[in-house]
């Protein structure tokens, strides 16, 4: 099991967030204004796999051409190398953050964050399987919850809330900045600011 931690992810992570929700955001609105009329007519499971096939093409297209983006298309599913770390899968959350898989054995391993068995071409056997996740919300279904979740068999070893967007850092201007009488501007961190667990 290659599971790397919750820090090592904001850190390797962090700048594709903003891509991350930008996929989850695109991907369900695409569904509900394409399907809305009909959407009494699909099940859950499969309006799941639309939302699910929507936000992975639409990361597809924001990633796509990036350095070090891998893009897998195999076994009728995406799968997004970031980097030699990590594996990212898009999948619908209940509200523990665990996904809904296929019991196949490939899914299976997935889900333990086991790569030495799943045999899906250019995936580094040590990277750490990341699920990309939306949450339902029924009253409002343009707005998902979103999450980032590294599975850990029963479950998640850790998870990021992406649906809060950090806040700008506290920005301090001291008078006197320079020799010239000119401003100086201190961007101060928020250190009390962390992602969910």
């Given at each position: 099991?290659?599971?790397?931690?919750?820090?090592?992810?904001?850190?390797?992570?962090?700048?594709?967030?903003?891509?991350?929700?930008?996929?989850?955001?695109?991907?369900?609105?695409?569904?509900?204004?394409?399907?809305?009329?009909?959407?009494?007519?699909?099940?859950?499971?499969?309006?799941?796999?639309?939302?699910?096939?929507?936000?992975?093409?639409?990361?597809?297209?924001?990633?796509?051409?990036?350095?070090?983006?891998?893009?897998?298309?195999?076994?009728?599913?995406?799968?997004?190398c970031l980097g030699h770390n990590w594996l990212l899968k898009v999948h619908k959350f209940d509200e523990e953050c665990h996904a809904a898989i296929n019991r196949t054995q490939t899914c299976l391993d997935l889900n333990d964050n086991d790569l030495y068995e799943v045999k899906l071409p250019g995936i580094p056997e040590d990277?750490?399987?990341?699920?990309?996740?939306?949450?339902?919300?029924?009253?409002?279904?343009?707005?998902?919850?979103?999450?980032?979740?590294?599975?850990?068999?029963?479950?998640?070893?850790?998870?990021?809330?992406?649906?809060?967007?950090?806040?700008?850092?506290?920005?301090?201007?001291?008078?006197?900045?320079?020799?010239?009488?000119?401003?100086?501007?201190?961007?101060?961190?928020?250190?009390?600011?962390?992602?969910?667990?």
């Amino acid at each position: 099991m290659a599971v790397r931690g919750r820090e090592i992810a904001d850190t390797e992570l962090n700048q594709y967030f903003d891509d991350f929700r930008g996929a989850i955001v695109a991907g369900t609105a695409h569904f509900w204004t394409a399907y809305e009329a009909d959407a009494y007519r699909i099940t859950t499971v499969c309006r799941a796999n639309m939302i699910r096939c929507f936000i992975a093409d639409e990361l597809k297209q924001r990633l796509d051409g990036k350095s070090g983006i891998k893009i897998i298309e195999d076994q009728q599913t995406t799968a997004i190398c970031l980097g030699h770390n990590w594996l990212l899968k898009v999948h619908k959350f209940d509200e523990e953050c665990h996904a809904a898989i296929n019991r196949t054995q490939t899914c299976l391993d997935l889900n333990d964050n086991d790569l030495y068995e799943v045999k899906l071409p250019g995936i580094p056997e040590d990277a750490t399987v990341v699920f990309l996740g939306y949450i339902e919300i029924l009253g409002d279904r343009l707005h998902p919850e979103m999450r980032l979740s590294c599975p850990d068999g029963t479950k998640p070893a850790w998870v990021i809330d992406l649906s809060e967007v950090p806040e700008l850092p506290i920005v301090e201007i001291i008078g006197g900045g320079d020799q010239q009488g000119g401003t100086k501007v201190v961007v101060k961190p928020d250190k009390g600011k962390k992602s969910s667990q």
